[in-house]
């Protein structure tokens, strides 16, 4: 499997180095684009350019559309564990990268699944794949909130919203963020720990605000960070989020996010359960490969997340 998620994210990995030669020249005036490279590759938007959970050998799913307060449409996808019945605590909220489409990451959304026998729901932003609108901060912040209401209400069994699941686990929700999906998944989960229902939180290869991260992804536009309107404060955000156990994964060789940051925002975390876990040789996009890297998951999960509920 790890050989499998490694080559299908070579596609969102291809993204990085053009993007910076040109990020300098065009951060003051096409922020979004650079943060949000959504048509990278070129058919990222078009049926043809979305993967499909078949093509991975995922066999029960449903392919889905939320609706957000402001009018647009989220494509998602919803996988269940094929070998087995899901142990139905809880679903996984799946935050990507800032490129390519939810398709990418369906070698992912499989591991997840299969290895903590839960559901997932994999969320395409705005203006990504299949989803209609144009991203930015605000946007994605309804979409996530948009996300984490449709578990709230259909989460659990099989996400039909004709038969929603009475069990255990609906509404339950366990967050899995990577790169700007983190950030996304800070604010998120600040805004609702009060709830209760979000029982756990994976953050991977994050940074602290986009401002932060400027200087290490386009040096050369390192005197435009004040510039920059796209924010997402994860540092000042996440000491917020005391009572969600939080999980984070370092990729130690991170070319795109200093490893700095994570290390950074896990000593500003403030939650009263947070374990730290190191990918000695992940970069940016290989850290998923590593053989520990769904284990340290699984053993956040089932030991911190999950134990002792009913």
């Not at 957000?68 to 990507?96: Q, V, W």
């Not at 920059?228 to 991170?254: A, N, R, Y």
């Amino acid at each position: 499997m790890a050989g499998t998620i490694a080559s299908w994210l070579r596609i969102p990995a291809l993204t990085s180095g053009a993007i910076a030669v040109v990020g300098s020249f065009l951060l003051y005036f096409k922020q979004n684009e650079l943060i949000y490279p959504r048509n990278i590759p070129f058919d990222s938007r078009t049926e043809a350019g979305v993967p499909r959970p078949e093509q991975f050998g995922i066999e029960k799913y449903r392919d889905i559309r939320i609706q957000t307060p402001d009018g647009e449409s989220l494509a998602a996808y919803y996988i269940k564990p094929s070998r087995s019945e899901p142990i139905n605590k809880a679903t996984i909220l799946m935050f990507h990268g800032n490129a390519g489409n939810i398709g990418h990451r369906l070698p992912i959304a499989k591991a997840l699944a299969e290895t903590n026998r839960l559901n997932v729901l994999m969320l395409e932003y705005r203006g990504y794949g299949l989803s209609t609108g144009i991203p930015d901060e605000k946007g994605l912040n309804i979409d996530s909130q948009a996300g984490l209401d449709w578990i709230r209400n259909y989460g659990g069994g099989d996400g039909d919203e004709k038969a929603v699941d009475e069990g255990n686990g609906r509404g339950k929700t366990i967050i899995y963020a990577q790169s700007i999906g983190g950030a996304v998944a800070i604010q998120l989960a600040a805004r609702n720990q009060a709830s209760g229902d979000i029982l756990g939180m994976v953050l991977e290869n994050t940074f602290l605000s986009i401002k932060k991260m400027i200087p290490s992804a386009f040096p050369p536009a390192r005197f435009l960070a004040p510039l920059c309107h796209q924010v997402w404060p994860s540092e000042e955000t996440l000491p917020k989020v005391t009572d969600v156990p939080i999980l984070f994964i370092s990729g130690l060789k991170d070319e795109i996010v200093p490893p700095a940051h994570m290390a950074q925002l896990f000593a500003q975390c403030q939650a009263r359960t947070k374990i730290w876990r190191e990918i000695v040789n992940g970069d940016h996009n290989s850290s998923v490969t590593d053989p520990d890297y769904f284990r340290s998951i699984y053993q956040f999960i089932s030991g911190e997340v999950l134990k002792g509920k009913n």
